[in-house]
């Protein structure tokens, strides 16, 4: 991704004063040079800032007190975008933002109003630089959220506590949720993973999740089905009993067999079972004549039902639609105004004449066609009455019904009371129901679990489908493009090493870059490898940084596809050599000063020369901006330099006009 930086910007609390423009050269290395106090370490947080960073690590006080927004211009591919944000307030970032895209930025000498906020910028850097849409889910849960745009910063800060650190190799990785995200999203960095493995991946979770779950499932079924199928031979029995089945298979039959008895038993209507000639001799004749009553009282009762549900329905749409009619009647009198104009004998609105001879006949004719429709809609304005007589009748009716319902039912009570045949065909037909319903239950998870079932089925297809997402996924692979990566940066840090100023013996074995552990290992004289931080001299820390950032960059311009913004900034890489070069840099020596060949300067010089030849290798795709005490003594003649300003003799960031 193309992203690199134009101008920095800062408008003035008071607005007389015109906006503090810093111009950068697009790739290029820029320096800012400049003594103690001016501002070169408030850079690095005011563009942070003016990208949606959460935090605000703008230097309090001058920086912030004469100050109401911070811009940055930005060139990609594309366009232009300048990135406006106000002024913290306390110790909250403002959520207040200005936003303008194009070919070329108009720079506003003030901005009244913003046109954005924090999340809509985060949403437009996103999109433009082509992160993942989706969070990529960790076991552990750490590392899960998706990968922003924000996240990229840690590779593009050298920050002043960070560029000589041996410990921390990237901007705010010391904050464990930052870290841990980058080092799960360092494969799709590099390169070592594409959207497709990562959507396979998620896929991949997804499907494993649903298929260990149908797996418990199934192994819960299963005992329960074993159950049922040991059980089954005692169930057709009971259904032999109520006469529901002739006859019952073997107890050793095959379970298909009773599985096809189970379905027969289910299939026979269970009246018939209990109205045989053994059950009905065990019951009383008036038992029955009684349930076939009952069956044609319930059959009344809803029908009576239906009948009032029908016609309250009528009536309530009626009442709806009645008023609207009445007052369209009522509010028009089409046929009434129609025939008025027929008696004034008007002006044609069309021709403007009043001598049409058939004009009164015609608009006589048009006002009965309406008085018609009118005399037919006005049936409608009043509900009828014999909706209320109809409604009246029916609940009456329903009463008499209900009524007979509950006589019906004492006698039916009283029976079952007295007649103990009766009682005894009562709960046999009441167990049988009950019987019936747990045994129809029973055979349809059985058969859904049986070969062949819903839930095999589909454990056969997440199979199939985890084998090829395992195929995609690849994490082998995975691994095996990740060490290509971090190889090929380790040798870029090593032809980076012979540059700088390092021990000899780190200029021969290339230095591992451990994205797991997001730091660089060396080896010892014993041949075992150590983290930097066991590393001696800050003189090498630095070099280390610098030989990493140019590696990484160089190898993610080779990509061709990155989402990494294309500039890194660094503040004040020569700290680890002050102040035994502060005096010559003050001084303003001569390049032919014999002074000039101190190790410490020629260190610095290496830093430079490392920085500015990295870029140029770039061919305009790399940006560097180097802010530093060295002046253009220490890297005057340096191919690829660009000096952007020297801070010094009351020369700052912020101009003294603005507090003085």
């Not at 950032?549 to 002050?578: A, K, N, R, W």
């Not at 070069?581 to 010089?605: F, T």
Request: with cysteine.
């Amino acid at each position: 991704m193309q992203f690199q930086l134009k101008k920095l910007v800062i408008w003035p609390e008071a607005t007389r004063f015109l906006p503090r423009v810093v111009e950068f050269e697009l790739g290029s290395l820029n320096v800012i040079t400049g003594g103690s106090r001016t501002g070169k370490s408030a850079i690095i947080p005011i563009i942070d800032y003016c990208l949606a960073s959460s935090d605000c690590n703008i230097p309090i006080d001058t920086i912030r007190d004469h100050a109401s927004w911070y811009g940055v211009v930005v060139q990609t591919d594309v366009e232009e975008i300048l990135l406006c944000r106000r002024v913290p307030t306390g110790n909250s970032g403002s959520n207040d933002f200005f936003v303008l895209q194009g070919k070329s930025i108009t720079m506003p000498l003030l901005i009244d109003t913003p046109n954005q906020n924090t999340e809509g910028v985060k949403i437009l850097l996103n999109t433009m630089s082509s992160v993942p849409y989706f969070a990529r889910a960790e076991e552990d849960g750490i590392g899960s959220a998706r990968l922003g745009f924000r996240d990229l910063m840690a590779l593009v800060f050298q920050s002043q506590d960070i560029v000589a650190n041996q410990n921390i190799i990237f901007y705010k990785t010391h904050a464990h949720e930052h870290r841990q995200r980058l080092r799960t999203w360092f494969p799709y960095i590099l390169g070592a993973e594409n959207m497709e493995t990562l959507s396979a991946r998620q896929r991949l979770q997804v499907v494993e999740r649903r298929l260990n779950r149908l797996k418990r499932e199934w192994e819960r079924a299963k005992g329960v089905s074993e159950t049922w199928t040991a059980n089954i031979y005692g169930h057709l029995k009971v259904a032999k009993e109520y006469g529901l089945i002739d006859e019952t298979p073997p107890e050793d039959s095959d379970p298909e067999l009773f599985v096809a008895a189970s379905r027969e038993v289910l299939q026979r209507n269970p009246e018939e079972a209990v109205q045989s000639p053994e059950t009905v001799r065990a019951a009383s004749g008036e038992l029955l004549v009684l349930e076939r009553e009952d069956e044609m009282i319930s059959s009344e009762l809803a029908s009576v039902k239906r009948r009032i549900n029908d016609v309250s329905r009528l009536k309530s749409g009626l009442m709806k639609y009645s008023p609207s009619v009445k007052r369209r009647v009522d509010r028009l009198q089409l046929s009434q105004w129609i025939s008025d104009l027929a008696l004034r004998g008007e002006d044609c609105p069309i021709c403007g004449g009043s001598d049409h001879p058939n004009a009164g006949a015609e608009l006589n004719k048009v006002s009965s066609a309406f008085k018609i429709l009118e005399e037919e809609a006005a049936k409608v304005a009043e509900i009828p009455t014999s909706f209320d007589r109809e409604q009246s009748m029916l609940q009456t009716e329903l009463m008499s019904v209900l009524e007979k319902k509950r006589s019906h039912q004492n006698r039916y009570d009283l029976l079952i009371s007295k007649n103990e045949g009766a009682r005894k065909e009562f709960d046999q037909k009441s167990s049988m129901y009950q019987f019936l319903g747990h045994m129809r239950a029973s055979l349809e998870h059985f058969e859904k679990l049986s070969g062949g079932g819903e839930i095999l089925n589909e454990i056969e297809e997440l199979e199939s489908e985890r084998v090829r997402l395992r195929e995609e996924a690849d994490e082998a692979a995975v691994e095996r493009r990740l060490n290509a990566a971090t190889a090929d940066i380790s040798q870029k840090m090593l032809s980076h090493l012979r540059t700088l100023d390092v021990e000899e013996k780190y200029r021969t074995v290339a230095p591992i870059f451990d994205v797991k552990e997001l730091g660089i290992k060396v080896r010892s004289n014993d041949g075992s490898w150590h983290f930097l931080a066991e590393v001696g001299s800050a003189s090498n820390w630095v070099s280390f940084h610098v030989a990493l950032i140019c590696g990484l960059h160089e190898y993610l311009d080779e990509m061709g596809t990155s989402c990494v913004p294309t500039f890194t900034i660094f503040d004040q890489p020569s700290q680890v050599y002050f102040p035994s070069i502060g005096s010559k840099i003050h001084d303003e020596l001569e390049e032919g000063d014999p002074s000039y060949r101190d190790e410490d300067v020629e260190a610095v010089k290496s830093i430079f020369k490392t920085l500015a030849s990295s870029v140029i290798a770039a061919e305009g795709k790399l940006q560097f901006i180097v802010l530093d005490h060295a002046d253009a003594g220490i890297y005057g003649n340096i191919e690829g330099v660009n000096e952007v300003e020297t801070w010094r003799e009351g020369k700052k960031l912020i101009p003294e006009e603005w507090y003085i």
